[in-house]
């Protein structure tokens, strides 16, 4: 039996046949920005008590808001300063945290 090539269908339309790499920026980043959006959402409701009620937000929630954004923000420009779909495909499948691969976001207070 011959051996199927395979690819990621994630960034190949098949072998050797790349995604558009401008399409494939746009929906990493706004994937990025999903996850952040989630992170966030936890803690949303301290943000909307301080703008309220005037209730302190604990400073390790503003500190870990804050790196969530940042963080963020690196991941995208990381996305976006990949050349081709090979090196975004490398981006995305190398463990995050590991060298060529996406920032971590940060851990939860």
């Known amino acids: 039996?011959?051996?199927?090539?395979?690819y990621d269908r994630r960034f190949y339309w098949g072998v050797?046949?790349?995604k558009d790499i401008d399409q494939l920026k746009v929906k990493w980043v706004?994937?990025?920005k999903a996850t952040a959006g989630g992170l966030l959402c936890?803690?949303?409701w301290m943000i909307?008590?301080?703008a309220e009620a005037s209730t302190a937000v604990p400073s390790?929630?503003?500190a870990y808001r804050t790196a969530v954004r940042d963080q963020c923000k690196k991941r995208e420009d990381q996305i976006t300063a990949?050349?081709?779909t090979k090196a975004l495909d490398t981006l995305i499948n190398t463990g995050v945290g590991e060298s060529g691969g996406l920032v971590a976001w940060p851990t939860e207070p």
Do not use: A, E, L, Y
């Open 30 to 32: 706004n994937h990025q």
């Open 60 to 62: 390790d929630t503003t």
């Open 48 to 50: 909307i008590r301080k």
């Open 82 to 84: 990949c050349s081709d």
């Open 1 to 6: 039996d011959p051996v199927t090539p395979s």
């Open 42 to 44: 936890k803690t949303d």
């Open 16 to 18: 050797d046949k790349p």
